[in-house]
């Protein structure tokens, strides 16, 4: 690292590298109130399908849908906050939360628009600080170790350079979208993760190593990036129900009820320590899309109903491949049937491709190894082995070009 001049805190220099984890609040819903700003400051939920789009009357006003008229089986994908404070989480049932919420206003998901404001908030930070890990749709990891001026102190306060970053990248967050987010720095991406919630929403939380026994301790296991449910249950079974009583665990205890390597870094972890670079290039794995059905459907009796999402799930696939300027090779179907038992089964093509109609009799040829006696309650479709155009190895001798796109009797629906 580029020599800096030496700054200090109360009790000593500021650490070799200071990461950001950045989050925006309330994503999906701040970008809904962006188009109907009349809604600012109400229960709003945002999970609903196209007809839960808002109305325009006549008089310019608009008309939007209840929750307590929704029926269904979707599920909440994200709530403002003033629905939060109502008791309506996300991934929580609509119809369970019209029970808290009747009143919440509720609208269509438009993943397109989340997307673009996606890469209109991270095209704003890349402006700021250059070093930018993308973790998903609404956070990214930002390596602020380098930015010029973050280590000046600023009159008396010696964080003074970090806040002058963090509020920089915060307003320009702000001006290219004119959305909030909440920003933790430490000294590392473990410890950034649990600080950007602290102050949620529009927040800015700095944390340095020293403070890990005061902030971070007090805080339940689960708070921890890499501790589930399963885990978190397991230590609450152990009497350890805080980081600090994670960090204060008999190693011999953890070792033996989460072997050897879960059982470190779990000590680790509750130390605040983690050394895991920001990764500035990650490729996605796969590229997927996946429905729940308003009603269970059967694969003969609603065949054609089927066949027609099917389609439309492998269409949309397809433009997303192309969107993202990707091939992909393997390709599989995700179905769950009432009781969710959950099946999947992939398949890989000779070339990658990009191509509907390719994706569609390889997604077809995938289920015809499933059982399909039983209803369905979600269909998916995945691409996987994912390569860009360019970079795509030679075809291997003797293999046939791409399969032509050309509409065939397709199996089953
Ligand atoms: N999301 C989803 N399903 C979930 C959780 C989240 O589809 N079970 C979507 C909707 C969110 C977005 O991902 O808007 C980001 O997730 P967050 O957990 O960051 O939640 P929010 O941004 O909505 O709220 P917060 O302010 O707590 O970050
Ligand atoms: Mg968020």
Same mark, same amino acid.
């Given at each position: 690292m580029a020599a800096s001049?030496?700054?200090?805190?109360?009790? +000593?220099?500021?650490?070799?590298? =200071?990461? &950001?984890?950045? @989050?925006?609040? &309330?994503?999906?819903?701040?970008?809904?109130? #962006?188009?109907?700003?009349?809604?600012?400051? !109400?229960?709003?939920?945002?999970? +609903?399908?196209?007809?839960?789009?808002?109305?325009? =009357?006549?008089?310019?006003?608009?008309?939007?849908?209840?929750?307590?008229?929704?029926?269904?089986? +979707?599920?909440?994908?994200?709530?403002?906050?003033?629905?939060? @404070? !109502?008791?309506?989480?996300s991934a929580m049932g609509l119809m369970k939360a019209a029970l808290r919420a009747p009143d919440a206003i509720l609208l269509p998901t438009d993943f397109d628009a989340y997307r673009r404001y996606s890469r #209109?908030?991270?095209?704003?930070?890349? /402006?700021? &600080?250059?070093?930018? /890990?993308?973790?998903?749709?609404? /956070?990214?990891?930002?390596? =602020?170790?380098?930015?010029? +001026?973050?280590? *000046?102190?600023?009159?008396h306060d010696p964080l003074g350079g970090v806040r002058a970053v963090a509020r920089e990248i915060k307003n320009s967050v702000l001006r290219a979208t004119g959305l909030s987010c909440s920003i933790g720095i430490t000294p590392n991406k473990l410890l950034s993760k649990i600080a950007s919630e602290l102050d949620k929403p529009d927040g800015i939380t700095i944390l340095l190593a020293e403070e890990i026994p005061a902030?971070?301790?007090? #805080?339940?296991?689960?708070?921890?990036n890499g501790i589930g449910p399963k885990a978190g249950?397991? #230590?609450?079974? !152990?009497?350890?129900?805080?980081?600090? /009583?994670?960090?204060?665990? @008999?190693?011999?205890? =953890?070792?033996?009820?989460f072997g050897e390597s879960y059982a470190a870094w779990l000590h680790e972890a509750a130390h605040g320590r983690d050394d895991r670079p920001v990764v500035t290039h990650s490729e996605p794995v796969s590229i997927s899309r996946e429905t729940t059905f308003e009603r269970d459907?059967?694969?003969?009796?609603?065949?054609? *109903?089927?066949?027609a999402i099917f389609t439309r799930l492998c269409e949309q696939l397809a433009a997303d491949l192309e969107r993202k300027g990707y091939l992909g090779r393997t390709v599989g179907i995700k179905l769950r049937f009432e009781g969710f038992r959950t099946v999947t089964r992939d398949l890989t093509l000779e070339l990658p491709t990009q191509d509907a109609q390719a994706i569609r009799r390889a997604a077809g040829a995938c289920l015809k190894r499933v059982d399909l006696s039983q209803r369905l309650r979600l269909l998916g479709v995945r691409i996987g082995s994912l390569s860009r155009p360019g970079d795509a190895a030679a075809p291997r001798r003797g293999s046939k070009p791409a399969a032509p796109s050309r509409a065939e009797n397709l199996p089953l629906f």
């Open positions: 001049p030496p700054s200090s805190t109360a009790s +000593g220099p500021l650490p070799q590298r =200071l990461i &950001a984890h950045l @989050d925006m609040d &309330a994503f999906y819903a701040s970008v809904e109130l #962006l188009r109907y700003p009349d809604l600012k400051g !109400l229960a709003v939920v945002v999970g +609903g399908r196209r007809a839960h789009e808002p109305k325009t =009357l006549p008089d310019g006003t608009r008309q939007y849908a209840r929750l307590r008229d929704y029926t269904g089986r +979707g599920v909440v994908t994200t709530s403002s906050y003033a629905a939060r @404070d !109502l008791g309506v989480f #209109l908030f991270k095209a704003a930070v890349a /402006e700021v &600080a250059p070093v930018i /890990e993308d973790r998903g749709i609404d /956070e990214i990891y930002i390596d =602020l170790s380098d930015v010029p +001026g973050i280590r *000046e102190p600023v009159g902030r971070i301790w007090p #805080l339940g296991v689960r708070k921890i249950a397991k #230590l609450l079974e !152990l009497g350890i129900e805080s980081v600090g /009583e994670l960090a204060a665990a @008999d190693p011999a205890l =953890l070792r033996q009820h459907l059967h694969a003969k009796h609603d065949r054609a *109903e089927l066949g």
